[in-house]
């Protein structure tokens, strides 16, 4: 265990977790956009920063991925660090203009898009958090979606932005984005994400569809079970 | 070629390399690295060998790295025993046969030699060996000799101690110079803690640009926990106008991989990585067959010098990415993947390649090792400045007389770089700035022209050391321009990672675009700076955090610039096309014609020997009229 | 078609010099486009096929790396150095005239096929600014005036 001080407040962690990770037990709020307890943090949206005092240094960091250690005095709401979640905002903002989650989170921190910036309209939503291709490859295992570019040009996609060949229907890109800018839509035996319509599953004893064909599958192939086996919803297992 | 395993064996080779370095019969050497290629070289190395051939000579035709004075390529050295070394500037393959008639006749008439060395330095071996007994013949003591050629005078060559003077293809005379002796001597008669301890008192810090002290790092690295330790040289030289640690490679490959070995033992790695830019294509030919040439030798592999050490190297391509310069792009990068950075919260020194202790230098931090190890930690920190020891290489690029890679004493005024060594400012315009530090640089204007070229007071006037690039600016740069130029870059290398760099900098180039444009607004120089403190704070690696400091220093030294581009809608220094206006003076155009004929919207018109005029509803700004006047007549407004 | 036939063999020796190695992707994607002059469609699923990674991977590091082309080059690749010593020796300048005699922009390739045009960062040939490549040749001390000259003898 180490202690140290965040907001004037004593705190003890264990060691080698991280700041935010603590400043949320104790009831700190820091904002945040590309972190998920699913996957592991990334450091890619800068909106966690906080000002941490490490001996004679301070400096901002990400909260996200700083380790605690024995000592720091961490601040989370200093000028500094509300100059950056402001140029965080501000600049995602006009990137991704049409966002409802990014305008409410603005306002619940008070902060004015920046009307020097020219909106993008070619983003769409996306903030490039880049869970969404974290949990396809990390969680899911299917790396049917990934970065590409760099830069301004980034973007998240199947190869060659074309339609996902490897897609499974699962949705956990669709789920964890956290600025609902990945769509699915799905009727009861159809579901639409990537490009791609998937067939659904009827389970074998309610009859309710439950699942794309594709992603069971995919389990299938992975875990040895047979299809008769996964032909069933989780309610009726 | 067998092993090297003893003193003796390595004496064997060094006798053999001084043999070639200073041999019995006629040698020509080609300055053959990228920069000589480039204006020539090959034809003239061609053209010798030819002539060479074709008059029956018995005369040693080889090939060597460059000097440093790139602006008097190609560079051919000639050699005659009992006689100075004499280097012939500018040849080219029509001037060959004449160079060839001075050797057979021993004579130089005509096309005169540039400079002349009497004796070659020997600097890891602490000795200068004269290439004559005796004095200068008559007939070259009017050519100067090096030391007394400006460009040359204040320099002092240490990490490029042997670029331009040996074959980069021949570990003889690398041997020959005293190489591999410090290699032997680390291993045999030192223990990896007073290795550590020699580097640490030598005050050698990065030559990469952080400036952090190589033996520290050393030192945390042989302390990180971890029985598989790496060692990692950053050749990714990814500042624009910087080509210091690719005449390195090129020219003294040898250098760095010895540094590397000797790093590597004091560490405790048994492998290492030689990470180069994808654009140097001669540097990794270079370095893959000095490698070889080491394994063969039995100076990498097992049991080197029969020590029972054993390191090995691998050579790791770049594929065209600025970002990969930084140090956990460069380590992903290494592992195959796309180079984007890490938080580094934890040092790669403890954490870094495959998530293993890994200590990375860059290639003049390591071509420096070999030569603190043989003369020690004393002699090195003699050299320099307070905290600064040692020498710095620079690229002295853009609007200067001399250009070149110059290597100095750190702590010399920069006035001294400007004008002494690179001899000032071309066609008497004004010195205006200068640039280091690269992109993530800044820009040191007139006032500072008698500031100490160090790590220290460079970063105290808003710059920094970096890499080595020194890029000169006259009154025809304009600084509004420069600070887009380096934002323009970086938008196009940032890796898109984090928010603030990969947003924050295409924003700041959008409203720098429009100042340049003219579209600029009032306030928009106030938000630049607004947004450089939070791009500063919130990026995630060293390339965000430092992306604005191109902008912060130009507007910290040249405001007035941004203010007129801004506020009177004009470019002083006459280089944004939407703020300029191009005319002919009736005072100076003679009415050649030339223009005219140049210009490819065919705006310009006017009878013979009467002043033309441009059509400015057709111009389009390319200024080939300005380039083609002989006259200076077009005026840019 | 025998030309693909003969690509797939390639691929596969390419991967079979690396051992397959995973971490030599970058380094077998360079071997790639040398001998194709770019990186072929099929040429990354098969290697993905073969090396068993995942297709988002290498198009990953294929897009990242500015050395890569997923575009088909011309014969002559030209590339314009925009290096700082070239910018304030007026290499956009030299680029505007190449767009300009060529009919393309930077980034595209000639209709004919004969010349792709491309901006690098810096050759370090710094000494002979403006300086452009073309197919592997420095050409130093460039001016936009010698431009139609030096395209004529490729």
């Known amino acids: 265990m180490v202690s140290f001080i965040i907001d004037g407040k004593k705190v003890e962690a264990e060691a080698g977790a991280n700041v935010l990770q603590v400043a949320r037990k104790y009831g700190i ?57 402001r140029l965080v905002m501000q600049l995602l903002m006009a990137r991704c203009p049409e966002s409802e989650v990014l305008k409410d989170m603005a306002k619940e921190m008070g902060i004015e898009p920046q009307p020097a910036f020219h909106p993008d309209t070619d983003k769409g939503k996306c903030v490039l958090c880049r869970l969404c291709v974290k ?50 839509e799905s009727t009861d035996s159809k579901r639409k994400i990537w490009g791609r319509t998937f067939k659904m599953q009827p389970c074998d004893k309610c009859g309710r569809y439950f699942a794309p064909v594709d992603q069971l599958k995919f389990i299938s192939d992975k875990t040895g079970t047979p299809m008769t086996e996964l032909a069933v919803c989780m309610s009726c297992k | 070629m067998s092993k090297i395993n003893t003193l003796e064996d390595l004496n064997k080779a060094a006798k053999r390399g001084l043999e ?34 074709k008059r029956k000579l018995d005369i040693i035709l080889s090939k060597t790295g460059a000097m440093g004075m790139d602006c008097i390529e190609p560079l051919v050295d000639v050699l005659q025993p009992n006689k100075p070394r004499l280097a012939y500037s500018k040849v080219t393959a029509k001037k060959v046969p004449e160079i060839i ?65 040996i074959n980069y293809e021949s570990i003889d005379e690398y041997i020959a110079k005293g190489g591999y002796f410090s290699l032997l001597k680390a291993l045999t008669k030192m223990q990896p803690d007073e290795i550590i301890d020699e580097v640490i008192a030598s005050g050698l810090r990065g030559r990469g640009g952080g400036g952090f002290q190589a033996g520290i790092k050393w030192q945390t690295c042989r302390r990180a926990h971890g029985d598989i330790k790496y060692v990692i040289c950053n050749g990714d030289e990814g500042d624009p106008g910087a080509y210091m640690d690719r005449s390195v490679m090129e020219g003294d490959p040898h250098s760095v991989i010895e540094g590397m070995i000797i790093g590597a033992y004091a560490i405790g790695s048994s492998q290492g990585f030689i990470y180069v830019r994808n654009e140097y294509p001669l540097a990794v030919a270079n370095l893959q067959r000095a490698l070889d040439q080491a394994r063969e030798y039995g100076l990498l592999g097992k049991n080197i010098l029969n020590t029972g050490f054993d390191f090995d190297l691998k050579i ?28 580094k919260y934890i040092h790669t020194v403890e954490h870094g390649l495959w998530d293993r202790p890994s200590n990375l230098n860059n290639v003049e931090t390591w071509a ?58 071309p066609g008497g315009k004004k010195y205006k700035a200068v640039q280091t530090g690269g992109p993530s640089g ?133 280089v944004c096309k939407a703020l300029i206006r191009f005319s002919v003076s009736d005072e100076k155009c003679t009415g050649c014609g030339v223009c005219l004929k140049k210009c490819p919207t065919e705006c310009i018109s006017g009878e013979k020997k009467k002043t033309h005029v441009i059509d400015q509803t057709k111009c389009i700004k390319c200024g080939v009229c300005k380039e083609s006047c002989k006259f200076d007549a077009i005026i840019v407004e | 078609m025998k030309t693909a036939k003969a690509k797939k063999i390639t691929v596969k020796d390419i991967i079979k010099k690396y051992g397959g190695d995973k971490t030599a992707m970058i380094a077998i994607l360079q071997d790639v486009q040398e001998e194709f002059r770019y990186l072929p469609k099929a040429a990354l699923s098969s290697i993905s096929k073969q090396m068993e990674v995942p297709l988002t991977r290498i198009y990953e590091i294929a897009t990242f790396y500015n050395a890569f082309s997923l575009k088909q080059r011309g014969k002559n690749l030209i590339e314009v150095c925009a290096g700082t010593a070239c ?65 004529k003898n490729y």
């Not at chain 1, 790396?143 to 973007?155: D, E, P, V, W």
């Not at chain 2, 195959?336 to 950075?341: D, Q």
């Open chain 1, 29 to 85: 709020v820091i904002p945040t956009l590309c972190c998920h307890e699913s996957v592991a943090p990334s450091g890619a949206c800068r909106l966690c920063v906080v000002e941490v005092k490490k001996g004679k240094r301070t400096r901002i960091v990400t909260s996200c991925l700083y380790p605690v250690d024995e000592g720091i005095v961490v601040e989370t709401k200093t000028d500094r660090v509300l100059n950056v979640r």
């Open chain 1, 135 to 184: 949990a396809c490859e990390d969680v899911v295992g299917a790396s049917a979606i990934g970065l590409s570019g760099r830069g301004k040009n980034k973007k998240v996609g199947a190869p060659f932005m074309e339609d996902s060949k490897t897609c499974i229907g699962c949705g956990a890109c669709a789920y964890i984005c956290p600025t609902e800018h990945i769509i699915m």
């Open chain 2, 20 to 53: 070639s370095i200073i041999p019995s019969k006629t040698k020509v050497m080609v300055g053959m690295a990228t920069s000589g290629i480039a204006s020539g070289a090959q034809e003239v190395y061609n053209a010798l060998a030819e002539e060479i051939k």
């Open chain 2, 101 to 165: 008639d001075q050797i057979v006749k021993g004579a130089v008439n005509g096309n005169k030699p540039a400079y002349r060395m009497d004796e070659e330095e020997f600097i890891c071996l602490n000795e200068n060996k004269p290439y004559l007994k005796g004095p200068v013949p008559k007939d070259l003591e009017g050519i100067p000799k090096i030391g007394d050629v400006s460009f040359y005078k204040k320099q002092m060559k240490l990490a490029t101690r042997n670029c331009g003077m």
């Open chain 2, 316 to 343: 790791g391509k770049g594929a065209g990415a600025f970002v990969c310069g930084e140090s956990t792009a460069l380590m992903t990068s290494l592992e195959g993947k796309a180079g984007e950075p890490r938080a």
């Open chain 2, 368 to 425: 420096n090792v070999p030569a603190i190890i043989s003369r020690g930690a004393k002699w090195f920190s003699s050299i320099g400045c307070k905290n600064n020891s040692g020498t710095k290489v620079f690229c002295l690029v853009g609007k200067i007389n001399n250009i070149g890679m110059v290597e100095v004493p750190m702590g010399i005024p920069l006035k001294e770089i400007i004008y002494e060594i690179g001899g000032g400012i």
């Open chain 2, 442 to 574: 800044g820009c040191l204007p007139d006032s500072l022209i008698d500031i100490s070229v160090d790590f220290d007071s460079l970063w105290d006037a808003g710059s920094m050391m970096g890499s080595g690039g020194m890029i000169v600016m006259d009154e025809t740069t304009c600084m509004v321009d420069i600070a887009r130029y380096f934002i323009d870059f970086l938008e196009f290398e940032s890796c898109g990672k984090c928010v603030p760099c990969r947003e924050g900098v295409y924003r700041m180039n959008e409203i720098l675009n429009d100042i340049c444009d003219g579209k600029g607004k009032a306030g928009d120089v106030e938000l630049l700076e607004s947004m450089s403190q939070g791009i500063v704070d919130g990026a995630l690696c060293a390339l965000g955090s430092t992306a604005a400091n191109p902008v912060l220093s130009t507007l910290k030294y040249f405001r007035d610039e941004y203010v007129a581009h801004v506020r009177d809608k004009k470019c002083p220094a006459g």
């Open chain 3, 87 to 151: 910018h304030v020796q007026g290499a956009a300048r030299l680029m505007d005239r190449m767009e300009r005699d060529l009919a393309i922009k930077c980034g595209e390739t000639t209709k004919d096929k004969m010349f792709s045009l491309e901006e690098v960062r810096c050759l370090g040939c710094c000494s002979l600014a403006p300086v452009v490549r073309i197919s592997g040749n420095i050409h130093p001390n460039l001016t936009q005036d010698e431009v139609p000259k030096i395209l």
